[in-house]
Protein backbone atom coordinates (compact mmCIF):
# COMPACT_ATOMS: atom_id res chain seq x y z
CA UNK A 1 0.00 0.00 0.00
CA UNK A 2 1.01 3.06 -0.92
CA UNK A 3 1.55 6.52 1.04
CA UNK A 4 -0.92 8.72 -0.51
CA UNK A 5 -3.51 10.53 1.81
CA UNK A 6 -6.97 10.39 1.72
CA UNK A 7 -6.96 14.52 0.66
CA UNK A 8 -5.07 13.08 -2.61
CA UNK A 9 -7.29 10.15 -3.32
CA UNK A 10 -10.11 12.24 -2.96
CA UNK A 11 -8.44 14.34 -6.07
CA UNK A 12 -8.04 11.89 -7.77
CA UNK A 13 -11.44 10.29 -7.67
CA UNK A 14 -12.84 13.85 -8.58
CA UNK A 15 -10.58 13.49 -11.78
CA UNK A 16 -11.76 10.85 -12.65
CA UNK A 17 -15.10 11.76 -12.32
CA UNK A 18 -14.36 15.00 -14.78
CA UNK A 19 -13.95 12.30 -17.71
CA UNK A 20 -16.89 10.08 -16.93
CA UNK A 21 -19.12 10.03 -19.29
CA UNK A 22 -22.00 7.71 -17.89
CA UNK A 23 -24.68 9.60 -14.97
CA UNK A 24 -24.59 5.91 -12.84
CA UNK A 25 -20.39 6.00 -12.75
CA UNK A 26 -20.28 9.46 -11.87
CA UNK A 27 -23.34 9.04 -8.54
CA UNK A 28 -21.41 5.80 -7.82
CA UNK A 29 -17.62 8.34 -7.97
CA UNK A 30 -19.46 10.64 -5.69
CA UNK A 31 -20.34 8.28 -3.14
CA UNK A 32 -16.79 7.26 -3.35
CA UNK A 33 -15.61 11.20 -2.55
CA UNK A 34 -18.18 11.20 0.10
CA UNK A 35 -17.33 8.20 1.55
CA UNK A 36 -13.34 9.11 1.56
CA UNK A 37 -13.66 12.35 3.14
CA UNK A 38 -15.10 10.97 6.39
CA UNK A 39 -11.99 9.22 6.89
CA UNK A 40 -9.95 12.53 7.01
CA UNK A 41 -10.62 13.82 11.05
CA UNK A 42 -12.98 16.54 11.42
CA UNK A 43 -14.18 19.03 14.57
CA UNK A 44 -17.88 18.68 15.92
CA UNK A 45 -19.45 21.81 15.47
CA UNK A 46 -19.91 23.68 19.05
CA UNK A 47 -23.42 25.10 18.85
CA UNK A 48 -22.69 26.65 23.04
CA UNK A 49 -22.82 25.40 26.22
CA UNK A 50 -26.96 25.20 25.77
CA UNK A 51 -26.67 23.22 22.52
CA UNK A 52 -25.39 20.12 21.80
CA UNK A 53 -22.46 19.97 19.28
CA UNK A 54 -23.11 18.04 16.05
CA UNK A 55 -21.15 16.53 13.51
CA UNK A 56 -19.34 18.60 10.76
CA UNK A 57 -21.17 16.64 7.56
CA UNK A 58 -24.80 14.81 8.56
CA UNK A 59 -25.56 17.25 11.63
CA UNK A 60 -25.90 14.59 14.46
CA UNK A 61 -25.83 15.41 17.97
CA UNK A 62 -22.82 14.40 19.38
CA UNK A 63 -23.67 15.80 23.02
CA UNK A 64 -25.74 14.47 25.85
CA UNK A 65 -28.62 16.71 26.82
CA UNK A 66 -28.31 16.38 31.50
CA UNK A 67 -31.37 18.01 32.20
CA UNK A 68 -29.85 21.19 33.52
CA UNK A 69 -29.97 23.00 30.11
CA UNK A 70 -26.19 22.26 29.62
CA UNK A 71 -24.80 19.19 27.66
CA UNK A 72 -22.10 16.32 28.14
CA UNK A 73 -19.97 15.78 24.64
CA UNK A 74 -19.51 12.25 23.94
CA UNK A 75 -15.46 13.14 23.58
CA UNK A 76 -15.25 9.03 23.65
CA UNK A 77 -16.85 8.76 20.23
CA UNK A 78 -14.22 8.50 17.61
CA UNK A 79 -16.54 8.66 14.65
CA UNK A 80 -20.31 9.43 14.26
CA UNK A 81 -22.55 7.18 15.18
CA UNK A 82 -24.77 8.31 12.27
CA UNK A 83 -22.88 8.87 9.27
CA UNK A 84 -19.51 7.83 10.71
CA UNK A 85 -17.43 10.58 9.95
CA UNK A 86 -13.95 10.60 12.19
CA UNK A 87 -14.00 13.38 14.86
CA UNK A 88 -11.41 15.13 16.12
CA UNK A 89 -12.09 16.16 19.75
CA UNK A 90 -9.06 18.26 20.47
Known amino acids: MSNISY ?3 IGCLENLRSDV ?11 AIK ?3 K ?3 KKPINNGNWSAKTCPTC ?3 L ?4 GDGY ?8 SCPECRQLLDWD
Open 7 to 9: EEV
Open 35 to 37: EVG
Open 59 to 61: GAS
Open 21 to 31: SFEDNRDSLDI
Open 71 to 78: YIDSVCLD
Open 63 to 66: SEHI
Open 39 to 41: CIY
